[in-house]
């Protein structure tokens, strides 16, 4: 199968890793003409786009059998019509998978897959809409909603060691994804009967200040500073504290039976093996 993948970043490159290793042909587009090389180094074809310029889509699509679009929502551009002219793009009966947000339930303390959408934050509701666009463009569309993405070279070592993360009590739980497992999703969403949505998200959420304690125990550290809630509330700026305090619990009821077990089930195994990588 031919694969192209929009916006191979952090988890694009994992996404591209295992696709070719299951021997997909693949593509991975990127804005930022330094990532080309780590895009090759995967075994996929890099392809540099221009920033948000859709009229590059004809030729970036063409002849690909399955699309996994990871890129942020363009800034310049409306949902319905970078919506349209993907769909357009594609060559039928092309697959497209779009990897969205958990954060389009909003407030909600608990979700699954069956949950209706809450009221996002700005960041959800571009998402959200974006997913409705699409829907309305590629009625096939698949949906993978996120949780929080961790993994080799992003965990909480770099705030711990330098001091710099601000931990507060009372945080929200949080709900988490390796980035090995949630490429594993993405990539079994471009086979045949899969569901039209899933959330990516492992077994235990748990907020930012119990995954920072594990982690200092693990690399025998002292914890920055740990703060009141209304003191971080005055330190962080407001789209890291947005970040930060949107949590909510999420069950996916529909990975089992997608790709079965995950590898990391919980941040327990997870931080443990991305400390080691």
Known sequence: MRVTIVG???????????????????????????????????????????????????STLRGADAVVWLAPPPSDSSPREVAERISEALSP???????????????????????????????????LETELSLRLAHPSLRVVRIAGIYGPGRTLREGIESGRLVLFEGGPVMSRIHVEDLSRIL??????????????????????????????????????????????????????????????RCVSLRRPGLIGALRHPTFVEGVVASLRE
Not at 49 to 58: I, N
Not at 110 to 126: N, T
């Open 93 to 127: 009966p092309a697959v497209l998978v779009y990897g969205s947000t958990t954060g389009v339930y909003g407030a909600q303390s608990s979700v699954d897959e069956l949950s209706a959408v809450g009221e996002p934050s700005p960041r959800g509701r571009a998402r």
């Open 8 to 58: 191979c970043g952090y988890t694009g490159l994992e996404l591209a890793r295992q696709a070719v290793a299951s021997g997909h042909v693949v593509a991975g587009t990127t804005t930022t003409p330094a990532r080309l090389q780590q895009i090759a180094r995967t075994g996929a074809a890099p392809v540099l786009m221009r920033g948000d310029d859709l009229s590059q889509l004809p």
């Open 187 to 248: 990539l079994a969403m471009v086979g045949d009967d899969v569901p039209d949505l899933v959330i990516a998200t492992d077994e235990r959420p748990a907020p930012t200040l119990e995954v920072a304690r594990y982690t200092a125990m693990l690399l025998g550290l002292e914890l920055p500073p740990i703060w009141s809630r209304e003191e971080a509330t005055s330190k962080l700026p407001p789209s890291a504290l947005e970040l930060r305090l949107e949590g909510r």
